[in-house]
């Protein structure tokens, strides 16, 4: 399978914890985009590399939220001292984009439940 | 701030009666527009984008830059058609987010 691949698909974790999650994009993309979902409600927009430069930050994300594309590739998206209001599907996507926008290439998420 | 509505949280048709997701945009300019789709148990996909102007399964999409709205239409719906659909025009900005609309779930029933 060569599209989007997230891990780990699920994690459960004790609030104050900290947690990693890593997005492989489809090789050639150049673009790499965080969103967060919770039930009921579409992506949120966290945040988006071209290549290694991380372009734009939701201001959803908090201090305690770092993400990471470092040599261009894979992104790491981590999260420090979570809390409950944490809990949610953390997706990523890639994009090929030569011009203007292009189509968004999904993962299958991660899912976060913080107890 | 740039928001996308999507008025209908369900919408419920049966099978083989015309469909239409409404999706309404608040900023102006020439977007470039897309329609996403998640069915149950798959990863979210693109159905179609506005700037090719293809008809995906038998979906279109037109661009009402009067009303800022982007509804997604098919004439015939089929049971396989349920799914959520989530409606995303990207910021034209300068920067290239994309902001999803909080989603329809289609329902159609047999």
């Known amino acids: 399978d060569t599209g989007v691949s997230q891990d780990p698909r699920h994690k459960i974790t004790k609030r104050g914890q900290n947690v990693t999650f890593r997005c492989d994009p489809i090789?050639?993309?150049?673009?790499l985009y965080w969103y967060r979902q919770t039930l009921g409600q579409g992506p949120e927009f966290l945040t988006y590399f071209q290549n290694e430069a991380q372009l734009e930050k939701s201001r959803l994300l908090s201090d305690r939220f770092s993400a990471e594309r470092p040599k261009g590739s894979f992104s790491t998206l981590e999260i420090q001292r979570t809390e409950q209001g944490d809990s949610a599907m953390y997706l990523c996507a890639s994009s090929l984009v030569t011009g203007v926008t292009g189509e968004l290439f999904f993962g299958e998420g991660s899912r976060l439940t913080v107890l | 701030a740039q928001r996308v509505t999507q008025p209908e949280k369900l919408l419920s048709v049966f099978k083989g009666a015309p469909v239409e997701l409404k999706c309404n945009y608040s900023?102006?300019?020439?977007?470039?527009l897309f329609w996403y789709v998640q069915y149950s148990r798959q990863r979210l996909q693109l159905l179609l984008r506005h700037i090719s102007r293809e008809s995906i399964k038998g979906f279109t999409a037109d661009l009402n830059k009067g009303e800022t709205s982007f509804h997604l239409k098919k004439p015939f719906a089929q049971e396989e058609d349920s799914a959520m659909y989530y409606c995303a025009p990207p910021v034209t900005s300068g920067t290239y987010k994309y902001i999803f609309g909080t989603g329809t779930r289609l329902k159609v029933l047999a």
């Open positions: 090789s050639e993309h150049n673009r």
């Open positions: 900023y102006s300019g020439s977007p470039e």
